[in-house]
């Protein structure tokens, strides 16, 4: 059975700051009614007491659609910012691929594991992930297996392409939710080929709307995304605080 994160909520009657247990951490979100900047490096220093009188840790703050103003607040709380990640979006479809793919199933965890581990090794969410993170996304509403695309050769796995659906968003848009080649089948090309088949099971579930995430500093990545015409279109920064 999957272990639900731990939640603490310190709140002074108005404003809230929720802290939700990660694998690295603590995870600050934010509940302030208004644009009051002074409010949330109060909220801010209110977590970090809490995580401080309890057994210390580390605190992470996410800010979506980051412009540098935006750094004010955490930066005066004691944060340090740490990770950019860029949305990136191309118009479907893509250009079409002849590499062969096929669905995930349950029997593949393993299989995909060891390749996922091997290809994000150096990744802080992506990175030594377990059986029991892998059933927690499959159980997600989002979740088919028929967009978690496998590809095989010389009788392995040597890749994947997981898609995700948004079906909330207007548009509705195809994610390429994570995207990985094993390490010794680099240098093949795969990867293009990988995303492009993603696209286009994306396309062939009647989305016109592709993006994804990719780290800003992933700079083979964003290569390979700016000549397939993705494009960015926003930024979602990570602020750090560890305390003792």
């Given at each position: 059975?999957?272990?639900e994160?731990?939640?603490?909520?310190?709140?002074d009657g108005?404003?809230?700051?929720?802290?939700?247990?990660?694998?690295?951490?603590?995870?600050?979100?934010?509940r302030?009614?208004?644009?009051?900047?002074?409010?949330?490096q109060?909220?801010l220093e209110?977590?970090?007491?809490?995580?401080m009188?309890?057994e210390?840790?580390?605190?992470?703050?996410?800010?979506?659609?980051?412009?540098?103003?935006?750094?004010r607040v955490?930066?005066?709380?004691?944060?340090?910012?740490?990770?950019d990640?860029?949305?990136?979006e191309?118009p479907?479809?893509?250009?079409?691929?002849?590499?062969?793919t096929?669905a995930?199933?349950?029997?593949?965890?393993?299989?995909?594991?060891?390749v996922?581990?091997?290809?994000?090794?150096w990744?802080p969410d992506?990175?030594?992930?377990?059986?029991?993170?892998?059933?927690?996304?499959?159980?997600e509403?989002?979740f088919?297996p028929?967009?978690?695309?496998?590809?095989?050769?010389e009788g392995?796995?040597?890749?994947?392409?997981?898609?995700?659906?948004?079906?909330?968003e207007?548009?509705?848009?195809?994610?390429?939710?994570?995207?990985?080649?094993?390490?010794?089948?680099?240098?093949?090309g795969?990867?293009?080929?990988?995303?492009?088949?993603?696209?286009a099971?994306?396309?062939?579930?009647?989305?016109?709307?592709?993006?994804?995430?990719?780290?800003?500093?992933?700079?083979?990545?964003?290569?390979l995304?700016?000549?397939?015409g993705?494009?960015?279109?926003?930024?979602?920064?990570?602020?750090?605080?560890?305390?003792?």
């Open positions: 059975m999957a272990t994160p731990e939640r603490l909520e310190v709140s108005t404003d809230t700051v929720v802290l939700t247990s990660a694998r690295n951490g603590w995870l600050v979100e934010l302030v009614e208004g644009d009051d900047d002074v409010r949330r109060r909220l209110a977590a970090t007491q809490t995580v009188l309890g210390g840790g580390r605190l992470e703050l996410w800010i979506e659609d980051a412009t540098p103003a935006c750094d955490p930066l005066a709380a004691g944060f340090t910012h740490f990770r990640l860029w949305r990136l191309r479907l479809p893509a250009p079409d691929t002849d590499l062969s096929r995930f199933s349950s029997a593949d965890a393993d299989a995909f594991l060891e996922n581990n091997r290809a994000f090794h990744h992506q990175s030594d992930l377990t059986h029991e993170e892998l059933a927690q996304k499959c159980a509403p989002w088919d028929d967009g978690f695309r496998l590809f095989e050769l392995r796995l040597a890749g994947f392409c997981w898609t995700k659906v948004h079906a909330d207007t548009p509705p848009a195809g994610e390429i939710y994570a995207i990985a080649v094993d390490p010794d089948f680099h240098g093949r795969l990867g293009r080929e990988l995303l492009l088949d993603g696209l099971w994306l396309a062939g579930q009647g989305l016109r709307h592709g993006m994804l995430y990719v780290e800003s500093d992933n700079r083979h990545a964003n290569r995304y700016d000549e397939l993705f494009r960015r279109s926003r930024i979602d920064r990570a602020f750090q605080r560890i305390v003792r």
